[in-house]
């Protein structure tokens, strides 16, 4: 989607080596998300924010650590990167917060070696 | 605690015929469902949802059906065709909870020409 961009689109990093993840939007959303896709899994929420400044833990928040300077920007941090961090890493953005208008970014697939 | 479920992991239909993705779920708290599509290297798309006050929901060849007392929510395609091939979400939100939604693991379909 136009409005939500992610960088990397891919990237492989070793063990133990902190990585930045970055969303962007243009959508002037209030909430963003990062989730991310592993095989029998689906996909499992990590950290949100609804506003600049303001986040909060997902699901699968350990190992990872989020911020969110400005409304556009969502970054995603491993501190030292482990193996098991490696999937795919989904952004999404909300106006609303509630349920419906999520937009996904196309994702960064990420390998720790 | 998985909340949102999919048993089936992948599904293979013909196309032209009908196809039943099946989600179950644990939380009643639950009071909206969505189904998103994925696409290989894309993130996901929404696709079709419903509240938790109707059991019935139909745009064009999707339908969505809920039924509450059993927990249960289906997706229906028909006709299928080759272009539905995708990876299915099944993903549940309660509005008395973080605003976040929580997915299912996701069912392959396959649609054969």
């Known amino acids: 989607d136009a409005g939500i961009t992610q960088s990397p689109r891919h990237k492989v990093t070793e063990t133990g080596t902190p990585v930045t993840l970055r969303c962007h939007q243009t959508?002037?959303?209030?909430?963003m998300y990062w989730y991310r896709q592993d095989p029998g899994h689906g996909l499992r929420l990590i950290h949100y924010?609804?506003?600049?400044?303001?986040?909060d833990k997902g699901e699968v928040s350990d190992g990872y650590s989020v911020s969110r300077s400005k409304t556009e920007d969502f970054l995603l941090t491993l501190e030292s990167a482990t193996s098991s961090q490696t999937s795919v890493y989904f952004c999404?953005?909300?106006?609303?917060?509630?349920?419906?208008?999520?937009?996904f970014g196309s994702g960064t697939r990420l390998t720790v070696v | 605690d998985q909340q949102v479920k999919q048993n089936s992991p992948s599904l293979s239909v013909q196309e032209g015929r009908i196809s039943i993705l099946n989600c179950d779920y644990t939380?009643?708290?639950?009071?909206?469902f969505l189904w998103y599509k994925k696409y290989p290297a894309e993130g996901p798309t929404f696709l079709i949802s419903?509240?938790?006050?109707?059991d019935k929901n139909e745009d064009g060849r999707f339908t969505v059906f809920l039924n509450k007392s059993a927990k249960h929510l289906s997706l229906h395609i028909v006709p299928s065709q080759p272009g539905d091939s995708a990876v299915y979400f099944c993903?549940?939100?309660?509005?008395?909870?973080?605003?976040?939604?929580?997915f299912g693991k996701g069912t392959k379909l396959s649609v054969i020409p």
């Open positions: 999404a953005i909300s106006g609303t917060g509630g349920p419906g208008g999520y937009t």
């Open positions: 959508e002037n959303h209030r909430y």
């Open positions: 924010s609804y506003g600049v400044k303001d986040t």
């Open positions: 939380n009643s708290m639950f009071d909206y």
């Open positions: 419903i509240s938790s006050i109707k």
């Open positions: 993903a549940a939100y309660s509005g008395a909870g973080s605003y976040q939604l929580t």
